[in-house]
């Protein structure tokens, strides 16, 4: 059984004033291994969803997180969506 942390009762991320809830969707691309990169968890916290997504909990708003994800992961914007969990509870990716 995988703990996954929805609630962000255990946030690594320190002195979080605010919270924000992405998806993170991988599109017809390989999904990287997130664990290669230990920048990012210094700017989030994230739980796999499935083979191709993850859900994200940080500190940083959406433009912000989406340009600090593009300086650590180097992937093609259009290979990626990124948005918040909350616009994305209609579609169903699984």
């Known amino acids: 059984m995988t703990f996954r942390d929805y609630f962000h009762l255990f946030s690594t991320v320190s002195q979080q004033a605010e919270s924000y809830d992405y998806f993170l969707h991988f599109i ?16 989030c916290d994230w739980a796999a969803y499935d ?6 909990w940080t500190s940083l708003p959406l ?7 593009a300086e650590i992961v180097p992937l093609p914007s259009d290979s ?3 948005d918040y969990s909350y616009n994305l509870q209609d579609t169903n990716f699984f």
């Not at 017809?28 to 700017?43: A, G, H, M, N």
């Not at 083979?51 to 994200?56: C, N, Q, Y």
């Open 63 to 69: 433009d912000e997180f989406e340009q600090r994800f």
């Open 28 to 43: 017809e691309t390989p999904v990287p291994d997130l664990q290669r990169y230990p920048e990012l968890t210094k700017i």
């Open 80 to 82: 990626y969506q990124l």
């Open 51 to 56: 083979d191709h997504s993850f859900r994200l």
